[in-house]
């Protein structure tokens, strides 16, 4: 029953080919890639059909003004929630999803998603 819990059991596993290993691992890298980039920066899986819906962790927030010129910069959407003393859902989803302006400083800004795949 405790056969395979301890780090002191024998292993059973079979010995790995890593010439098998690397020669599917070259046929895999080979194939065209799943994902389109679209001209609006939206990222469309192709295997799926269907857009990719990035995490929260993944996302570069720009602010811009009314002459779209850049202000800030904020690696995730809790930095920059944290430096304009808003949540993250209205960042989130008020700002960025909807486009609605933020007034800070006698200005207009905006916020824009960039998508930063690693």
Known sequence: ???????????????????????????ILARPSNLERLADGRIFIKSLNKFYNPARGLNIVEVMDEDNNLIYTFNSITACAKFFGLSNDVVSRTLLTKGKPLFRDSKWLY????????
């Open 1 to 27: 029953m405790n056969n395979n819990r301890l780090s002191t059991s024998k292993s059973t596993a079979s010995p790995v080919d890593r010439q098998h290993l690397n020669l599917e691992i070259m046929k």
């Open 111 to 118: 916020l824009k998603r960039v998508t930063n795949l690693k």
